[in-house]
């Protein structure tokens, strides 16, 4: 049930009503967008929604009673207010997307909710971007349930892990690159290779600044405090030498890589046994298959 004052509710039941809607969008990063297909910018609650070429399209909002996701798409032009590289970046990912319904000649009335959750993958052509709006009813569709697997279902460094992620990164300095996804270190990160395997880097300088992403592999490359990288993507701005990150740990979830080798991350990497959430003894699928009696019991 939505809740609406009585006195905006009135004025929405009128044959001719003086209605509008707003679109607020609060990216990831906390800047907050609003957008409104009024004819007039409308500035609500201490956001300003733009309109006109400035604005975005907002496709006709489907409300259903079975709790099936509900269907919208937002678009419209790069402009200004909405550029083209951090679209490329991804900054619009997941951001959160609450729509509003007005009184433009008298918004003491407050506002009916007409929808609100996140925004899909945000494509583009170079001139028009297009983003799905996904309800939050979508959320229900996720899988929450463990499942029995060799490999630890936490998070490193979250309340299941315990381990403090925060205090194993590390600081370091580009001295070299060879691509947006391959750079090597300036001679500060002194650990081992794999140590920041499967772990993430956010840039704290250059020209991708506050932006993070996941780390393939790290390898010691013998000089004293050497490390090279090579991170799943590429960046979207090149790398360049002297740029300053933070990088943090990785974990391969594992605690055995082998029939009783104890070599996983979880064991060697973090000594952190007592709070391994996989299921390392469930037999798997070749010896389920395996004919009784060909290789001992089970």
Known sequence: MK??????????????????????????????????????????????????????DLSDLEHTSNLDVDNAEVSGALNDTILEDPVEAGLWSASRIDIYRVNWSDLALGHEVLGSGELGEVKHDGRRYNVEFMGRTHKLGRIVTRAYLPSCDADLGDARCGVDR??????????????????????????????FTYGKVRWLTGANINREMEIKEQTNLGSPGTAEFELQLSMYYAIAVGDTFRVWPGCNKLLRTGLNEYLGDCKVKFNNVVNFRGFDQ??????MLRPAGADGPV
């Open 282 to 287: 469930v037999p798997g699928i070749d010896k």
């Open 166 to 195: 925060d205090a194993l990164a590390l600081n370091g300095t580009v001295a070299s690159t060879t691509s947006a996804r391959q750079f090597t270190d300036a001679g500060s990160i002194a650990v081992a290779s794999d140590y």
């Open 3 to 56: 809740l609406i004052g009585a006195s905006l509710q009135a004025h929405l039941a009128l044959p001719s009503s003086k209605s509008a809607v707003l679109v607020k969008i609060t990216r990831p990063d906390g800047e907050i967008f609003g957008f409104t297909q009024h004819d007039r910018r409308i500035v609500y609650n201490n956001v300003t929604y733009l309109t006109g070429d400035e604005s975005a």
